[in-house]
């Protein structure tokens, strides 16, 4: 039995997806019983949240635990009340955590690799048996670009000449989906990339070739992201992570590439051409709602 939380997000969503092709019997956790209608497959649903745990009389039915919260300041706070809801239930399942490319390094102060280490910390004191996924930054995130690419041709970013190993939601999903249905994954951390490390000047140049029109780079100062993030309405705090994690792109941090998705799933990740390709409405049609980054 597997509890997905996060199961609305878009990353907890194509974890459904790919766990109903495998046909694995799944409970999604959701705040509101409206949201459960709209998963993917057939799962149970529980009504229930990070900081309101379901009983534990249910959480004793779970084997496994997908464990995915959004990227926001009290992250840390509400994952270690959850875990501690698993501990005092008296399972003690396999989790399999989502956390972040970097979250491991001690010298990484990104402060959504800090949350994420406080969470493995805690972990590791509990004795749980565990199992890290760290993607890198997400493809979907370009998204986020979609309209100076539209209405300007220009993806700009403080990245300066930082590389990055871009990784597909889709491929994380079909990772998450093989560590909850198989065995021999428990203590390992697969850091999930694309198959290879962009600066976004290459990645300018693949929506250029995707699109067939022009599309530049512009390295943005960091102060300018901070003002517009700001003015977005972005928090404060989601606003300086976002503003670190781009000093940790310009200074090398995200440019690890693994073959993590290939040795768990057997299949090579997609490259951003490809994504590219799939995603193309979203780029050429009008914005979109688009869901917080996972990290």
């Not at 194509?14 to 766990?19: D, I, K």
């Not at 959850?82 to 399942?93: E, K, N, S, T, Y």
């Not at 010298?107 to 004191?125: G, I, T, Y």
């Not at 203590?187 to 022009?214: C, H, K, M, N, W």
Request: charge should be negative.
């Amino acid at each position: 039995m597997i509890l997905v939380t996060g199961a609305t997000g878009r990353v907890g969503y194509r974890v459904l997806e790919a766990l109903a092709d495998a046909g694995a019997d799944t409970t999604a956790m959701v705040r509101v019983e409206a949201k459960a209608a709209d998963l993917p497959g057939t799962p149970a649903h529980v009504v229930a949240s990070f900081d309101d745990p379901p009983p534990a009389e249910v959480l004793r039915g779970f084997d496994r635990v997908f464990l995915l919260s959004p990227a926001d300041e009290e992250q840390a706070v509400l994952e270690t009340v959850f875990i501690d809801a698993l501990v005092a239930a008296g399972h003690r399942p396999h989790i399999v955590k989502i956390a972040a490319d970097g979250f491991a390094d001690p010298d990484c102060e990104v402060r959504f690799m800090r949350s994420h280490r406080d969470v493995a910390m805690h972990l590791a004191a509990t004795g749980l048996p565990v199992t890290y996924l760290a993607p890198s930054i997400y493809m979907e995130d370009l998204l986020a670009a979609a309209e100076t690419i539209r209405e300007d041709g220009v993806i700009a970013a403080p990245a300066g000449h930082g590389r990055v190993g871009f990784v597909s939601v889709t491929d994380v999903a079909a990772v998450a989906a093989k560590v909850l249905t198989s065995d021999g994954h428990d203590g390992a951390t697969y850091v999930l990339t694309g198959p290879e490390a962009l600066g976004y000047a290459d990645v300018a140049a693949r929506i250029s070739a995707v699109f067939a029109r022009q599309v530049d780079y512009k390295s943005q100062p960091a102060e300018q992201l901070r003002k517009l993030l700001l003015a977005s309405g972005l928090s404060r705090w989601d606003t300086d992570g976002t503003v670190e994690l781009f000093e940790w792109i310009r200074h090398g941090g995200a440019a690890t590439v693994t073959a993590d998705v290939r040795e768990v799933t057997g299949a090579d990740p997609r490259p951003v051409q490809d994504w590219l390709e799939e995603s193309r409405g979203s780029f050429l049609g009008p914005p979109s709602d688009l869901p917080p980054p996972a990290f």
